[in-house]
């Protein structure tokens, strides 16, 4: 597989795309992207200035998870070296609860809202809520199926990420074999976004077949479970694509138990020190690292400048490129940053 030929196909992939995606997995469809137009054009065109307080709200799903704990730990310290108050709480991805996190923002007057939210359709009332309050959302790591309601919308580029990391897969593969895969919860945004992404690749090759395809609903456990059904009905699986991390590290310890370690190869993505850590040891392949840390940095970047000068300067809608890992550059990821 010539590397310089899938690298172009990428690039004119990525500048045909407009490759501000976000299609479920199965419920919900992708927020539309809307040219490229400034926040400060968008809605009302009156720029909102907060609360009152010098709190800001970081909404994040459960920080038992490092990937949002990364998020969570990131934005606070930001802020907090910008001069504001933080509460950092999780909706666990309840949408319900959710909505009363973004309830007790506006009751305590919050300046902004971080949030990496329950739901691309779920969400939009919440952040609408906060904008009659006066009080501006910036969202990370997943968009909402609405433009001109939150300032910012910040995510990792998870179409280019996953087709940067299937390429790694296929080459694995060396181009034939069949695989599974294991799809993420289907009413995140991601999830879509990354099987598309991975399909569009891997499907390329006429020797490659999915053999197998379930939802793990991002849980290593589960993926755990399901990958040890999947290895016994299709004993001589060449590879496992996953949707994040988690997923994958559950697919190869159960790889492991079946004494195939190294013997099958495995991608996720996320860029998780578990990750790192599987790729050192052989038991993945490789993964796509989102820069959650500098994600969730930007965003409070831009809500301390849009709260000084009623804009940010960029555009809502804006994509962070991944960076694809395996174990010619692994040494150099540690907490979700890469270090060049």
Known sequence: MKFKKICALIASACLAGALFTGCGGGGEAPAK?????????????????????????????SHSNPFFKTEADAASAKAK??????????HDDDATKQSELFDNAISDKAAAIICDNAGADATVAAVRKAREANIPTFLIDREINASG????????????????????????MGEQGTYAELLGKESDTNAGVRSGAFHEVIDQ???????????????????????ETILQSNPDIKGIVCGNDTMAVGAA???????????????????????????????MTGTALQQAALIAEMAVEQADTYLKDGKTGKDEKQL???IV?????VDKLKNFVYTP
Do not use: R
């Open 81 to 90: 070296e910008l001069g504001y108050e933080v509460k950092a709480v999780s």
């Open 320 to 322: 962070v490129d991944c």
């Open 33 to 61: 992207t809307d040219g490229g137009n400034k926040q400060e054009a968008a809605a009302d065109n009156k720029p909102l200035t907060g609360g009152g307080s010098k709190i800001v709200y970081i909404i994040t799903p």
């Open 149 to 172: 309601v939150a300032i910012s919308q910040i995510v990792a580029n998870n179409y280019q990420g996953a087709k940067g990391v299937a390429e790694a897969f296929v080459e694995a």
């Open 253 to 283: 310890a159960a790889v492991k138990n079946a004494g195939l370690e190294g013997k099958i190869a495995i991608i996720g993505v996320d860029g998780s020190d578990e990750a790192a850590a599987a790729i050192k040891a052989g038991s």
């Open 325 to 329: 890992i395996t174990k010619d550059n």
């Open 205 to 227: 090759y006429p020797d490659m077949k999915m053999v197998a395809q379930q939802t793990a609903n991002w849980e290593q456990t589960e993926a755990n479970s399901k990958t």
